[in-house]
């Protein structure tokens, strides 16, 4: 077993807590610039799990953190002519990367992610969303690719040994899995935004 899936932030949901539908919340999220704007609905929004790899930090910068959205429910409300897709080069494999990263041609700002073997969900790049985000504590991050961490980005120290991962993990579980394991899946209501 992975130190990650035993360890203690995993907690017995309360009665209440269990009879509570699951309802998801609606992200709005844009690009840099405005040219692109989308919508997607998510049962999984806390932005726990921070990528050091090395095609996030070149292509979104580091500490790059991917959220879980309902890919049926991706609506994009302007900018389709500005849409760009990159798929990064896996050099150990000598293939293009499945994952497909959506981004504005304008401004080259990172939006989302989309890859054809989860084909129900997408990965709204965090810093994408406009909506406010849960806050996640330190302590409950989880790090992964810390082997290409760029040697001026530093962990912080309140985040446990168990939650760092040289590579990606197998057996680390989904997005999903670490909210229903804490109780959080479906339950996160953002509060109202400020309109200018």
């Not at 699951?22 to 799990?49: N, Q, W």
């Not at 849409?83 to 700002?109: D, M, N, P």
């Not at 899946?185 to 953002?190: D, E, I, K, N």
């Amino acid at each position: 077993s992975i130190p990650f899936q035993s360890h203690s932030l995993r907690r017995k949901m309360s009665t209440t807590e269990a009879a509570r539908p699951e309802v998801p919340v609606l992200l709005e999220g844009s690009c840099h610039c405005g040219a692109v704007a989308f919508t997607v609905e998510s049962f999984a929004p806390y932005p726990f799990c921070i990528c050091h790899c090395t095609n996030d930090a070149k292509t979104n910068g580091v500490n790059n953190v991917n959220i879980l959205g309902e890919f049926a429910s991706l609506k994009l409300l302007r900018g389709e002519p500005h849409l760009g897709i990159y798929q990064a080069w896996i050099a150990s494999e000598e293939r293009k990367s499945t994952h497909k990263r959506h981004f504005c041609k304008v401004c080259a700002s990172f939006l989302w992610a989309y890859d054809e073997t989860y084909p129900q969900w997408c990965y709204p790049f965090a810093n994408s969303i406009d909506t406010p985000l849960p806050v996640v504590a330190e302590k409950d991050q989880v790090h992964i690719f810390v082997e290409s961490k760029k040697e001026y980005v530093t962990i912080p120290e309140t985040v446990p040994e168990a939650h760092r991962f040289a590579k990606y993990p197998v057996g680390l579980g989904s997005l999903a899995q670490w909210h229903k394991d804490r109780g959080l899946y479906g339950t996160y209501q953002a509060p109202e935004q400020k309109k200018d």
